[in-house]
């Protein structure tokens, strides 16, 4: 049996969206294409996680995964099961909207939103079906619009694009491929453009069946896990780690920020867990400056000399 998209994710059909969006961040850190270059099993495996969290990472769409996989529409992940007759019977929806292509420099191709838009899926019912106004494609003949006149648009065309947090901190160009067309194409991705954020390209989608102006693509953004770093909407966060005797006498270390490296002075007497701000050092963005917050870890030493030992045993308050 196919893996589900909970399978692919690892995690239960119980699970919060919080605990889907963690377990993406850790399985896109661990496949990304970046990270395993000329490996087609972790590039293949990156699609198919890529894929399982565009559906499970949103509610609705989640919702809708399930009530097809609870009536058997769907036979693993995500592909639509047979028609009126069960598995391998009837016609096969993958058929008519293509997907495919696989990661090309962090960009991933989906699918396209039909092959002639809503009108040309009730022409192609009407054709399996039966069509008219009688049969299984009259609810579809009952509704059907007039077509326009003039030249209709093209499909928009859906995929991902994968950066790094700092590419979406500070902004950045990305070189992608076009998996529907071959041609290469420059991104500008916004400074601050957060997880999820949409950026659409007109007239890069597909062309139009009728002469008409190509579709768009509509990139989601997805973000990866950063070692140093991490985002609270305009407010970054950082940790940094110092040793018992710093914490005690107070110290000077260096701190990331997502522009240069600064001194941070760390007081006495800092406990672990304390959180210092690095004001305006956040992402300005919505009209906005976001803060820093570094967040202090103590080492505490697993071994010390006989001396030190003595000296804290008469270390009074």
Do not use: C
């Not at 990156?46 to 036979?75: C, N, P, V, W």
């Not at 809503?118 to 009952?142: C, W």
């Not at 609270?232 to 522009?259: P, R, W």
């Amino acid at each position: 049996m196919a893996e589900s998209y909970y399978d692919i994710l690892g995690v239960s059909e119980n699970a919060s969206q919080d605990d889907i969006k963690k377990a993406f961040r850790n399985l896109a850190m661990k496949y990304h294409p970046d990270r395993n270059p000329n490996d087609a099993e972790a590039e293949k495996r990156f699609k198919e996680i890529s894929e399982a969290h565009e559906t499970l990472g949103d509610e609705k769409k989640r919702q809708e995964y399930d009530t097809m996989r609870k009536y058997g529409a769907f036979t693993g992940t995500g592909q639509p099961g047979g028609g009126p007759g069960g598995p391998g019977g009837g016609f096969d929806f993958s058929q008519m909207f293509g997907q495919g292509g696989g990661p090309q420099g962090g960009f991933q191709f989906f699918r396209s939103g039909g092959m002639e838009g809503a009108e040309g899926f009730e022409d192609i019912i009407n054709e399996l079906f039966g069509g008219g106004l009688g049969g299984a494609g009259a609810g579809f003949a009952g509704t059907r619009r007039r077509r326009p006149r003039g030249p209709v648009k093209g499909p928009d065309v859906t995929a991902e694009l994968s950066v790094t947090f700092l590419e979406a901190a500070k902004g950045a160009t990305r070189q992608i491929t076009l998996s529907h067309s071959g041609k290469k194409y420059n991104v500008k991705i916004p400074a601050g453009i957060d997880d999820g954020g949409k950026i659409r390209l007109a007239g890069q989608g597909a062309p139009s069946p009728h002469g008409g102006p190509n579709g768009d693509l509509i990139l989601t953004v997805r973000v990866m896990p950063d070692q140093n770093f991490r985002r609270d909407g305009n407010d970054v966060y950082t940790t940094a780690t110092i040793d018992f005797k710093e914490a005690i006498l107070g110290t000077k270390i260096d701190v990331k920020t997502l522009a240069k490296t600064v001194k941070l002075t760390v007081p006495p007497g800092t406990q672990p867990g304390t959180k210092m701000r690095l004001k305006g050092q956040g992402l300005a963005v919505g009209g906005r400056q976001g803060d820093q917050y570094v967040e202090i870890e103590v080492t505490i030493p697993t071994h010390i000399s006989d001396r030190q030992r003595k000296m804290l045993e008469e270390w009074e308050e």
